[in-house]
């Protein structure tokens, strides 16, 4: 699209959508190498998605290796650090690099202009040479269909929107989901009121030795033996596993860590099982993970049949002034990680600095 009247434009060299850990990583590599940008975020305060997870919810590896680039994650007297920890780590480095975020500011389209991407807001419009998308999965929680859901009179809540086990004691719950989140949900819930955990197979739960920074070493060594063509060399033990950190642990001393298969379909009051028996349900927590965020995006038409872009090495493929970091595995290694993202950014900055500035 050739550019319109863009006098009352706001031009910068590079916009980030987003306000997490992955447009702060994008945003400390461009810092350091000189490129002007501006941070894009629709949340109120800083801290991204950490601002909506569970009370309760700690990391699954110690604090050195969960930090962004360029200034580790301050130590904490507990042996993995809280959620409010990670907060107060993000608040901080934003204030540390002094990294212009507007917010809230509510992207509402991205559209294609000659001289670069118009990013149109409910605070105004920018003209960017080129974007960085780093809004994360949170805002697109994803709950499976089930037969007679709409009939169900109980709660359903995501994950996403979780916050303690208040308001469920005494009462029956599923958890449904299978990873990290289901297993710390129920290992909270199980203490206040009757739970049941539904899973599609039987969970992977690692050894008590085995946390996040094993892991992320584990998918490293995977990372580069593919890259190489060599043959997996890790063990056993993904970054999706259960990992037993003291309150799974503690769950599993109870008993209470066993999971069931699917449920054929929802009544009103509860839930039929394979066998044709019936449960009553007051409430179901969906552990069933998330979507990319990309609605700002449509605009681009760059979004597969999927929901996601393609992309080489983090950048659009069908828009070459687009890049995508902090999604998961399909946009970069392990960017999705407080420590994994570096990689992405480090790349997607040095990408956008040749693009630039070309020789």
């Known amino acids: 699209m050739k550019d319109s009247n863009t006098s009352t434009v706001n031009r910068i060299d590079v916009a980030i959508v987003g306000g997490g850990q992955s447009a702060l990583a994008v945003a400390y590599f461009l810092r350091r190498a000189g490129i002007g940008y501006v941070v894009l975020d629709d949340q109120p305060a800083p801290g991204g998605a950490w601002q909506h997870t569970w009370d309760s919810l700690h990391l699954f590896s110690p604090a050195q290796w969960s930090s962004l680039p360029g200034w580790p994650m301050p130590t904490t007297s507990e042996q993995y650090p809280s959620r409010d920890h990670v907060i107060r780590y993000l608040t901080e480095y934003e204030k540390r690099y002094e990294i212009p975020v507007l917010r809230p500011l509510e992207v509402t389209s991205t559209s294609r202009l000659e001289s670069g991407l118009l990013i149109s807001t409910d605070r105004g419009e920018w003209l960017a040479k080129a974007v960085v998308s780093a809004t994360g999965t949170w805002g697109r929680p994803y709950i499976p269909d089930y037969p007679g859901q709409g009939s169900f009179e109980g709660e359903q809540l995501h994950s ?32 206040v009121c ?40 890790a063990p ?50 969906w552990c069933t993970g998330f979507r990319p965020a990309l609605e700002h995006l449509r605009l681009l038409h760059v979004l597969n049949d999927a929901g996601r872009v393609d992309v080489v090495d983090g950048r659009a493929v069908l828009e070459p002034r687009l890049w995508l970091v902090g999604y998961g595995e399909w946009c970069g290694f392990a960017s999705a990680t407080l420590i994994g993202v570096m990689r992405s950014a480090r790349s997607a900055a040095a990408q956008i600095n040749q693009y630039l500035s070309p020789l």
Not at 164 to 183: C, I, M, R, W
């Open 160 to 191: 996403a929107h979780y916050r303690n086990p208040d308001t469920f004691h005494g009462k029956d719950v599923l958890v449904v989901g299978g990873g990290n989140s289901g297993a710390q949900i129920l290992a909270e819930l199980s203490q």
């Open 236 to 285: 056993s033990g993904g970054l999706g596993d259960v990992v037993m950190v003291p309150p799974v642990r503690e769950a599993r001393e109870r008993g209470v860590l066993h999971s069931v298969r699917p449920f054929s379909h929802f009544t009103v009051d509860g839930v039929v099982w394979q066998d044709g028996t019936h449960a009553h349900v007051d409430a179901v927590i």
């Open 194 to 233: 009757h739970t049941s955990w539904v899973t599609l197979e039987q969970p992977t739960f690692l050894s008590d030795d085995v946390d996040g920074r094993v892991l992320f070493e584990r998918a490293t060594e995977r990372w580069k033996a593919r890259s190489e063509g060599r043959p997996d060399p």
